[in-house]
């Protein structure tokens, strides 16, 4: 009468009459879980319970999110199978079509699905889904302007089989020089309107914010404010999904964004086009590192879309495709090539018996006169690769490295007048005597931005200077003459183009570790010299700071404005190197 008496066991609830199975991925980064697990659909869920959806299970005794992926009568599971806890919501997040494809994605890097799915589906925000629908678009014209393309043999037929619904791949070499509606915002915006038309959704990536404010402008002109969404990261939470749920639910077909766009739920996807693929910031910096790149491949090939990688320069991961006949290439036209800049490398031919200090001086007397002759009719832009004053000090009789005392780093220069120290540890390096000449006097051996913007405007008294840095990015310049100082990534637009451009110290760049060093200083000089307005009289690059470019391939590329050639090289050093070919 006084024992202890047992609690009834709670009472289970009812399971759904149809599909009572739901098959359930969790967000969880383990390995071993990297599978769908089957749980019970309670009967009071079965409306909401549908694929794609959030819920919440219980898994090991703690309460997990997931997504589920399908429903279905029966399960392999012995015993009983635990319930849904609950649906999170009834908006159906997760597409089958971004499911296989962030499965694909997982499985070719080596990572989990919800590794790949956290990166595809923003969280959720609950006051977004429940807020008012955007603005309706307008409806997109049949037959949108591609004058932008008119610079490219193979471009008419490629913006053709977009709009009669086919798959071209195609991996486009952009020219340099153009400005306003020719420019490449213009042609990706021309391509997503052409894709649009014909009845199919597009997706365009470009690798930052500058970018994406071009592509956007050049959009409002093609096909309306209200025809497109934007997804980037640095939306706010609320603004971000507001903006994917837009996309999911079929009110936007087009998409400009960054990586964080690469994943957009287009229905029907016509287009996936990435800008510029050689950019660091379209990989993912979050495990399993995937590259933009590769989720278009996926997402292209999955939906039956077309794919356009474009860019000033060919990586050797498009040039491969392009020798494997993936993609097509798609280049400027002969009319086109005959007013692409001009580049000369300091030091080289007629200049050197002008100037015998011209490979060694840091600005030659022909950069010199280049901004000087074009300060005339508009901005110079001068790309130094280092941030800073002095990023390196030496001794000025020997020209020993000044190394600091306590931990022997780098010693550098903060700022005119200050005191030099230690880029490592911080601490101040006092002044002493060299340890191989005994002298005290120092001088600067490596110079960055702000040094060199100091030493121009002593040169061009009178001439605006202005810098543009990682922190102050100059979004545009006017078309009236000055200088403009950028390191490379952050060369702000001019309308009308740059009248001339110096490219400083070239042998920074080469000398970066990696074995992408090469490709990529060509990659960064050809994005600053396509800034340049075209002109067939006058030279309007001037590359210093690099050896001749008979012995340098990157080199030879610039100057010889041809970036598939070194694509081509490096792809077959890399098809030919003993050491990856396989075993007899």
Known sequence: MFGKQERPAPRKPAPALQLPIARVVLDSPLAHIDRPFDYAVPADMDANAQPGVRVRVR???QLLDGFIVARGENTDHVGELAPLERVVSDERVLT????????????HYGGTLSDVLRLAIPPRHAAAEQADPPVASEPFPASPNVSAWRHYDAGAAFLRRLHSGEAPAAAWLAAPGLTGAEDWPAALAEAAATTAAGGRGAILVVPDHRDVERVCAALDLVVGETAYARLTADMGPSQRYRSWLSVLRGQRSIVIGTRAASYAPVANLGLFAVWDDGDDSLREQRTPYPHVLETGRFRSSGAGAGLLVGGFV???VAQQWVETEFLRPISPNPQSRQHQVRVTIAGEGHEQDRDAGARAARIPSLAWRTASEALK?????????????GIGVSCAQCRQAVHCQECNGPTVLPDSGESPHCGWCGKQVATSECTNCGSTQRRVSVVGDRRTAEEIGRAFPGVRVRQSRLGQVLDQVDDAPAIIVATPGAEPIAPNGYAAALLLDGWALLDRPGLEAGIEATRRWMNAAALVRRSAAKTQIVLAGVPAHGEVRSVEA???????????????????????????
């Open 59 to 61: 898994w090991s005794g």
């Open 96 to 107: 089958p079509h971004i499911a296989e494809v962030s499965r694909q994605i997982a499985d």
């Open 314 to 316: 060919r990586t050797p």
């Open 377 to 389: 009719s508009g901005p110079v832009l001068v790309q130094v690769p280092r941030r800073g004053y």
């Open 558 to 584: 610039l100057a010889r404005w041809d970036p598939i050639w070194l694509a081509r090289w490096i792809w077959q050093t890399v098809v030919n190197c003993h050491c990856l070919r396989p075993a007899a």
